[in-house]
């Protein structure tokens, strides 16, 4: 039998780091672990909650609960009426995931797609051709850094905040659309009505980004969460609903608050 035939399948990869910003750093590849893992990604739960969506015996989630406490990956609550029931917690920084594929080219990394559209293009920096191609070869590895992405753009909005902020609202509107087109980031409209929808044409981002079906713009959100966070003084959440990569026109984000605080 050939050794492609038993070689086994790889399976996908999350990593997380430290809330405390340390550089230590854990891998995991545990099936269960995975499944654990992306349920309190979206709320905190209970040991029988966690037993019954995940289909697994009490003693085997035991065991796996133990290891991402002891990695320092989650952590739990004691009720405080029942010490037996303990609501366990993610308690570190989810930073990325490789889905591993089957390998294949894509077209965005060929020589002759980079000569044709980036190279030729006489307003296209060198440093969007290092940034394209780099998230062109992390989409082709099955790499996800869209949490580092949408943390960089964090902290890029709260860098400058300062220089596009103005007391009337429509001021500091207009000078995120003069900001975004001065850089070359794209061609920028801003809709209010009941959210706010901000819509780039020309994305830096993702325009030359291969059709994956999803958004791809965690750097955007990430600085326009920072703006309006910071304009408003409360959090927003920012929503992309078209994308380049989802094989629109334009990227459009949706722009609400977390409370009701509009």
Not at 135 to 144: D, F
Not at 196 to 221: H, R
Not at 235 to 242: A, D, G, M, Q, T
């Amino acid at each position: 039998m050939l050794v492609s035939e038993n070689k086994k399948k790889q399976k996908p990869v999350q990593i997380f780091s430290k809330q405390d910003f340390s550089s230590e750093v854990n891998v995991i590849k545990s099936e269960v672990k995975l499944t654990i893992l992306e349920m309190l990604k979206n709320k905190n739960m209970e040991f029988d909650e966690i037993v019954k969506n995940t289909g697994k015996s009490k003693s085997t989630i035991s065991v796996h609960l133990k290891g991402l406490r002891e990695k320092g990956i989650i952590s739990y609550d004691v009720n405080p009426n029942d010490c037996r029931r303990k609501t366990f917690y993610l308690n570190s920084r989810f930073l990325g995931a490789v889905n591993v594929s089957k390998p294949q080219e894509l077209i965005e990394r060929t020589k002759e797609y980079l000569i044709d559209n980036i190279v030729k293009d006489d307003n296209f920096e060198f440093s969007l051709l290092l940034f394209h191609t780099l998230r062109a070869t992390l989409i082709q590895e099955g790499v996800n850094i869209d949490p580092i992405l949408h943390d960089t753009g964090l902290t890029i909005g709260n860098t400058i905040f300062e220089f596009v902020y103005d007391e009337n609202f429509d001021m500091f509107l207009d000078n995120i659309i003069k900001f975004w087109e001065d850089k070359g980031l794209g061609k920028l409209s801003i809709e209010k009505s009941q959210i706010i929808k901000f819509t780039v044409v020309d994305c830096f981002e993702c325009a030359f980004l291969p059709k994956t079906g999803k958004p791809a713009c965690y750097l955007d959100s990430g600085i326009i969460e920072a703006l309006f966070t910071n304009y408003f003084g409360f959090r927003i959440s920012v929503v992309e609903v078209e994308c380049y990569t989802m094989g629109d026109e334009r990227c459009t984000f949706e722009i609400e608050p977390m409370n009701d605080k509009f």
